[in-house]
């Protein structure tokens, strides 16, 4: 079986990964796109090179137009950059009109898609009980740049669904964490903590990976919910 043409969009540390695990993973590099190298004039279907899937991991302020520049192309697209959710329903609605095909998660990891199916179970179970209250703490690098990470700002926005009130977050940047997210729902006599800890960026990168994978042939929007049939397949 031939390889793959895989468009990388952002060569950053995530680029780089990516760059390195696709030939592992039947995927060909056809073309490295990123606004800091000398000559980049966006994303159109020339730059693309043929690619029959690209993965973004840009910043907050190009993902969007990215997205929309691949459903112009034609071109499926998984994208991992956060921080860019304000214009989510707008791309969305656009990828929708062209008939592209888009993948958006905050975090491709696995263990994050069920602690997100966690978090649900376990704040609905706890909306009508009183005496509990809930925080998420999440960790990550010092150079990391959004606060807090798009990762926790979704899993806020579950628990606050399921508990029908806000949960603060707290931001903690240090050192070199790939990336820990943790709610804690505290009682007076007890205590509940669902945790997940990334022990390799490789996560990410294998995830947006398996991302492309899944997403060739599917028309629509998709998240990791759908890969892992938490809900219906097309949102």
Known sequence: MSAVPLALIGMGKMGRALAGLAPERGFRVVAELDPAHPGYAGVTRDALAGAAVAIDFTTPDAA????RACARAGCPVVVGTTGWYDQLEPVIAEVRKLEGSMFWAPNFSVGIAVLT???EAATLALRDVPGFDAHLVETHHAAKKDKPSGT???LANVAKA???RDVPITSVRTGF???THELVID????????VHEARDRRVFADGAISAAEWLQGRKGVFT???VLHLKEEAR
Do not use: K
Request: hydrophobic share 60%; glycine share 8%.
């Open 162 to 164: 399921g508990l029908s």
């Open 187 to 194: 009682a007076a006599f007890e205590q509940l903590r669902l």
């Open 224 to 226: 990791m919910r759908d």
């Open 117 to 119: 199916a966690a978090i």
């Open 152 to 154: 926790a700002a979704a």
């Open 177 to 179: 964490v790939p990336g």
């Open 64 to 67: 969007a137009e990215n997205a």
